[in-house]
């Protein structure tokens, strides 16, 4: 019986480095026109900061809370080149979208699908709106989707030691850096457990099942560390599955992600996200998707019977998931994103060459292009330049203390900055050298409205018990500790 061949990684076309070159810089051109000047932080992006700034000189106590810790410890290990924790992860970022485009030029299917088609969707692909938003926003699904893609290069090849090694270890960084990533690893189970012309064909399946076995153990020695130290398997309170009756709206939510991903939130309402169609809509691309990968894993083979089976296993785990415990919501783009380059690797197969072909990714490309000049939302939180005068040298060891919509100050500062939930209760004891109070940008350009008014009898109460007013404007409050002695 034959043994899978390997997925193409080079090219007999002549200047084949075009196929990634013009799509790696599509993103950047895309990139600076969304973002530049307009860095804001998300929630997860402010964690994931500030983690990695704690892990530089505290080890973790578990293997993660919220998310696994593998990602700003990634951060954190760049301190040995100089960049800060937010560069750090920035930069892997930048790197991870960039080897992921690289990879599926290489993979890319370009006698099926014609070198000018091929180009411009790789160029879309690489310009969708919402990538350089979780790019800058140093979201861990952006190397997460590189591991999934090179995972599923690596099983396309067994039974060859190195692809063995590959799949697995690939399988285990998914995994510390998103639970989701188990699911790779069951892929990885289940594909040893499948019939020779399903799975494994003339393979060593000693070394196999020794490699998933290993990296299986690892990560439940991982788990059982949270459990230990946190008292949760996930390191936090997940809460209990959802009602059997949330299943059709949790999964109609994974296929809303997918316009999410091609066109941002505004897509996705336009197309009735917030209206009775939700449900129905969303089952419906879904199943799109679902019909594709089933259709790749049941008559292709190689590589795209694996990025089917991919695609299978990640959306049916991602529902369970989520319908398990509390994990994130599904009709975000960061959902998508993990899928988005085995699916655009399996309908390149399908896209008919032609100009119509070309024309619909021309105005996939053009709309991308149009959306990223709009510049990236400035509602996501506050602008906090105003207030780097009076945190940007403090001293080592230095806590600066922030509302929400302030937080992306711990993108710019190497000390740590504290977020204060609430402005009731707020304790002077608490609080940091430095603290910062902004309101919450009231549209996308980023329009200051007015402070809660909290949180300024929240100011009063610290000016009162040893803080001086530094800043002090409609929409942005800096106080800084008074020194004694």
Not at 81 to 97: H, N, P, T
Not at 195 to 201: H, M, Q, S, V
Not at 291 to 317: C, E, H, N, P, Q
Not at 423 to 434: K, L, T
Request: proline share 7%; with cysteine; charged share 10%.
């Amino acid at each position: 019986m034959m043994t899978p061949q390997a997925p193409t990684l080079r090219s007999e076309q002549p200047h084949a480095w075009l196929n990634w070159i013009l799509p790696v810089a599509a993103f950047a051109g895309a990139a600076w026109l969304s973002h530049a000047g307009r860095l804001r932080l998300s929630f997860d992006g402010y964690y994931y900061v500030e983690l990695a700034k704690l892990f530089r000189h505290t080890p973790p106590e578990s293997f993660g809370n919220a998310w696994p810790f593998g990602w700003p410890l990634m951060g954190a290990a760049t301190r040995i080149f100089g960049a800060s924790a937010y560069q750090g992860l920035l930069v892997c970022a930048v790197a991870s979208w960039v080897g992921l485009l690289v990879l599926m030029a290489r993979l890319w299917p370009w006698a099926d699908a014609g070198r000018p088609a091929g180009m411009l969707a790789l160029c879309a692909f690489g310009t969708l709106y919402p990538v350089s938003a979780l790019v800058t926003g140093v979201f861990s699904e952006v190397p997460f989707a590189l591991a999934l893609l090179v995972f599923a290069c690596g099983l396309a090849v067994w039974p060859r030691p190195s692809a063995i090694l590959l799949a697995c270890v690939a399988a285990l960084f998914a995994f510390v850096i998103r639970y989701a990533g188990a699911l790779l690893l069951l892929l990885a189970g289940m594909w040893l457990l499948m019939p020779p012309e399903r799975g494994l064909t003339g393979r060593q399946p000693r070394l196999a099942w020794i490699a998933v076995a290993l990296v299986a153990g690892i990560s439940l020695a991982l788990l059982a560390w949270n459990k230990s130290a946190t008292g949760h398997w996930s390191g936090y309170p997940r809460g209990g599955a959802a009602p059997m009756a949330q299943w059709p709206e949790i999964a109609a939510d994974l296929g809303w992600s997918m316009p999410s991903l091609l066109g941002g939130l505004g897509l996705r309402d336009v197309l009735g996200f917030g209206t009775k169609l939700r449900v129905p809509l969303g089952l419906f691309m879904l199943g799109c998707l679902l019909w594709l990968a089933a259709k790749a894993f049941v008559s292709a083979g190689g590589l795209r019977r694996v990025l089917g089976a991919t695609i299978l296993v990640y959306a049916a785990g991602m529902v369970l998931l989520r319908w398990a415990g509390e994990f994130d919501s599904l009709h975000s783009a960061r959902t998508a994103l993990p899928l988005a380059a085995p699916a655009a690797l399996l309908l390149a197969h399908l896209l008919p060459k032609g100009w119509p072909t070309i024309a619909a990714l021309v105005a996939l490309l053009g709309l991308n292009l149009g959306l990223a000049s709009r510049g990236a939302s400035l509602e996501v939180a506050a602008d906090v330049r105003p207030a780097l005068p009076w945190t940007r040298n403090l001293r080592a060891g230095a806590i600066v203390s922030v509302n929400d919509p302030a937080r992306t100050l711990a993108a710019h500062l190497d000390c740590a900055v504290q977020r204060l939930p609430a402005p009731v209760g707020v304790d002077p004891a608490r609080c940091g050298d430095v603290v910062v109070l902004a309101s919450s940008p009231v549209n996308r350009e980023g329009l200051a409205g007015a402070l809660d008014p909290r949180w300024n009898l929240a100011a009063n109460g610290l000016r009162e018990r040893g803080y001086t007013m530094v800043l002090e404007t409609p929409s942005l409050l800096v106080l800084v500790r008074n020194v004694t002695g």
